[in-house]
């Protein structure tokens, strides 16, 4: 059962302007925001649940003015149930988006979590459980997508898979497969599917990673399908700019989300970002402004095949 949503995130007041309004905050916990390390030591089973997270990640945008930049739109966010998917989806709600999300079935109790916070300021949520390594699935999420809201106007290409090796010969080929179908396949899976249904104003947005630009010895497998992905919003978006639809890629640095949670030992968790130089994890909900950007053509409709990085202060990323 999904736990219950917090009374002082949201209020029916702010429902039709898809504002969130928080209660003053305590000074002991002011400083909770946006936390350093070292966080608590912690690890969970693949893939990883937001909800048993400590602390939780922070998704809801408190201080985030929405201007009705998605009215009217819709969106489908592939993992979209926690993490930087979830953040994205509660702030394409309050932008004024109908909002679909996919998951895998045993994230089911974070996708609740999800459709609560989006129907909470007053947008629709539908939840679509399955798997994006499999072209069947990928086509009739669209499909569902497309018979629920009327149309797709755009795609959040978001969900991950990663695991940590220590040398190339520890990765067996199931996971090299796993990684690839996961990351790119269902990328491009996802966009074929809802190519055949958008309309000149559509827009494609993948998540990137700053490993696909600088690579990580430990993650060769992920950081090479982020490389992909890269490659894949590049291309992709040549084809389709003369259909008045644009890709772009958004590629963050380390954020606190379930997919490292489950991937690290507790000790590297504590750490995680610590190396950058705001020497902390994003917040889910810092991420999230810069595929509203995207989605939306008054801010962005000059931009296309971009990769844009979100990286605490690192510079030296192409």
């Keep these: ?21 928080e209660m003053p905050v305590r000074k002991d916990v002011a400083s909770e925001r946006n936390p350093k ?5 912690q690890h969970q089973p693949r893939p990883g649940l937001e909800r048993q997270m400590q602390p939780r990640p922070r998704f809801s945008g408190a201080e985030y003015k929405p201007a009705g930049k998605l009215d009217g739109k819709c969106a489908l966010v592939t993992g979209g149930d926690s993490g930087i998917g979830r953040a994205v ?22 996708a609740e ?19 994006v390594t499999e ?19 755009v795609l959040v290409n978001n969900a ?47 998540t990137g990673s700053i490993t696909g630009l600088e690579g990580n010895q430990q993650l060769v497998a992920y950081s090479s399908t982020k490389g992909a992905i890269h490659a894949f919003t590049k291309s992709l978006a040549q084809e389709v700019t003369q259909r008045g639809i644009r890709v772009n890629c958004v590629a963050p640095g380390p954020v ?32 999230a402004p810069a595929y509203v950007f995207f989605a939306s053509d008054g801010d962005s409709s000059y931009i296309t095949g971009e990769v844009i990085t979100l990286l605490g202060g690192e510079t030296t990323a192409a």
């Design 256 to 287: 606190w989300t379930p997919l490292n949670v489950a991937d690290k030992e507790p000790k590297k968790v504590a750490q995680q970002g610590a190396k950058t130089p705001m020497q902390r994890a994003a917040q889910p909900e810092e991420i």
């Design 160 to 206: 991950a898979y990663q695991q940590h090796a220590n040398s190339v010969e520890e990765i067996s080929d199931e996971v090299w497969d796993h990684t690839f179908k996961t990351n790119i396949y269902g990328y491009f899976r996802m966009a074929r599917a809802a190519l055949r249904h958008m309309q000149s104003g559509a827009a494609i947005i993948n």
């Design 37 to 41: 390390p070292p966080y608590p030591e």
């Design 113 to 131: 979590e999800t459709r609560a916070a989006v129907e909470e300021v007053g947008r629709r949520c539908m939840l679509i459980p399955g798997d």
């Design 89 to 110: 989806a509660v702030l394409y709600a309050r932008e004024g988006a109908d909002v679909a999300i996919v998951y895998l079935p045993e994230e089911q109790a974070d």
């Design 1 to 21: 059962m999904a736990k219950p949503r917090e009374k002082t995130a949201f209020n029916a007041g702010a429902k039709k302007r898809g504002e969130v309004r």
């Design 135 to 153: 072209t069947e699935f990928c086509d009739d999420a669209v499909e569902q997508v497309v018979r629920e809201f009327g149309k797709i106007d």
